[in-house]
């Protein structure tokens, strides 16, 4: 399973960026796909994440009502629209799922892909 990042830059604060995630190497039968970020000197905070099937989302508190996730299920694919960004918003952002894959053997696991740096200047 690999998960692999795009996007992301600068950008002025009130501006926008995307970031976008493909995961490859399996067919999930269930999956939560999330993005996190960690910020210099900053523990990795949840920013987002949604279900297939299912398509249902969260959003932390901090971006609430500015980023929106989506999905193009059929081909494991989400992005992260950042709008309005803050300063605040600066970090690098990583992709991560959580799977489970039904067969003659249920696998249950977790992948985590490189980050993507977004930078938001004052």
């Known amino acids: 399973v690999q998960l692999q990042a795009s996007g992301g830059g600068s950008a002025q604060a009130g501006g926008s960026l995307r970031v976008s995630c493909v995961a490859s190497g399996f067919t999930a039968s269930r999956r939560v796909m999330a993005w996190f970020r960690q910020a210099p000197g900053k523990e990795r905070e949840f920013v987002s994440s949604i279900t297939w099937p299912g398509g249902s989302t969260l959003y932390a508190d901090s971006v609430k009502g500015r980023f929106t996730l989506s999905s193009d299920g059929a081909k494991n694919r989400v992005y992260l629209q950042m709008n309005r960004l803050k300063p605040e918003d600066t970090a690098v952002y990583y992709c991560?799922?959580?799977?489970?894959?039904?067969?003659?053997?249920?696998?249950?696991?977790?992948?985590w892909g490189q980050g993507t740096q977004v930078t938001v200047s004052s």
């Open positions: 991560e799922a959580d799977y489970i894959i039904y067969g003659d053997t249920t696998v249950v696991g977790r992948a």
